[in-house]
């Protein structure tokens, strides 16, 4: 059968234009297309089959081209990863959501399958489950930071809201809903909400967003005398001057600045950690001021419970630990997953299912 150019623009015009880049064939039969130009546009390149019946216009190393070849559809921090949420720059594994009774799975290497119930697989779009599904499985899936601030993301952005927050973590192990207390939408960024929860748990109290005398805003005072930024390369490289005046009115005001980077705060916290309890320190000594263990914490102590399941982390406990600051003690770390085929469902978890690794 002779190549028809025509036909292949338009399978591939009608993915994108009707689909957001995947569609089923019952979709593009009712648009006019007929067997014979789904095959040519598949063999010339237009578009591309990850599954039977389903054609795309995206790449093969496209997360949600994966999950469509291996039968579902994308989940927790993979689904949020494209629909914007903040995260590292990393891609994380990807997750796959899968019917209870699907079959005929496309195993794939990092690829975690997760069996889930009816109601979520008759939520979300072609590719992915809906938001709220996808946040119930990630807050369990990723650490506990990062959760934290996938929810900031939720709540800033107004997706969420607060009250809804505590619909998507009900049903979830105990600890695990008390992490609505750690989120706050004031946040605005990532890497605000990674300082800010670190800076918690090592029992330091943080205020977000504070307004100076010239109606800028400080990232994080931390202890209420260390005014911490955050310098996010795509909002901070073209503006210099700008954060150096910042800087100036925190000492005004009566701070010790501490200006932070991302590869700080990935691969060196650390030295940040002992930077801002000496910065805390200094100020306090030049004041006359009580020490940083005897300031009050702005997270109440908690125990945490040790449910049954597999998933990152337990809710952390705060305690005190030697006269000048304050450490985080975790919960026994859970098992990690393992890879299995046949499973039994899973006693608790985000989704209710059963959960397996490729």
């Not at 990723?142 to 607060?162: G, K, M, N, S, T």
């Amino acid at each position: 059968m002779p190549r028809d150019p025509a036909a292949m623009t338009t399978i591939a015009e009608l993915v994108d234009r009707h689909g957001s880049g995947l569609l089923h064939k019952r979709q593009l039969v009712r648009l006019g297309a007929a067997d014979h130009h789904l095959t040519e546009a598949v063999r010339g390149g237009e578009v591309r089959r990850p599954r039977r019946g389903w054609y795309t216009t995206w790449p093969p190393h496209d997360r949600r081209f994966v999950a469509v070849r291996v039968g579902g559809r994308l989940t927790g921090a993979s689904a949020l990863a494209e629909l914007g949420a903040w995260a590292w720059n990393h891609h994380p594994r990807i997750t796959v959501s899968v019917p209870a009774n699907a079959a005929r799975l496309r195993w794939k290497r990092r690829v975690r399958v997760v069996w889930v119930r009816p109601e979520v697989v008759g939520r979300g779009s072609s590719w992915s489950v809906a938001l709220e599904d996808a946040l119930r499985e990630a807050i369990t899936e990723v650490p506990f930071e990062e959760a934290v601030a996938a929810l900031d993301w939720a709540l800033h952005f107004q997706i969420l809201r607060l009250d809804d927050l505590e619909r998507i973590v009900q049903g979830l192990p105990t600890d695990v809903r008390g992490i609505v207390g750690w989120v706050d939408p004031k946040c605005e960024s990532f890497l605000e909400s990674i300082v800010r929860t670190r800076a918690r748990l090592a029992g330091y109290s943080v205020v977000i967003q504070r307004v100076l005398r010239t109606n800028e805003r400080i990232d994080l005072v931390v202890n209420g005398v260390v005014g911490v930024e955050v310098d996010g390369k795509e909002y901070h490289e073209n503006k210099f001057e700008r954060d150096r005046r910042k800087d100036l009115e925190i000492v005004l005001d009566g701070e010790i600045p501490l200006r932070l980077t991302y590869s700080m705060i990935e691969s060196d916290w650390a030295s940040v950690e002992r930077a801002l309890g000496r910065a805390v320190a200094m100020h306090v000594r030049s004041s006359g001021g009580v020490g940083v263990a005897e300031l009050p914490h702005s997270v109440p102590r908690r125990d945490a419970p040790r449910p049954g399941g597999r998933r990152r982390w337990r809710l952390p406990v705060i305690r005190r630990r030697g006269a000048d600051a304050t450490r985080l003690s975790h919960a026994r770390p859970p098992r990690p997953l393992v890879r299995r085929r046949v499973l039994a469902p899973a006693r608790h978890g985000p989704s209710h299912g059963r959960i397996a690794t490729a």
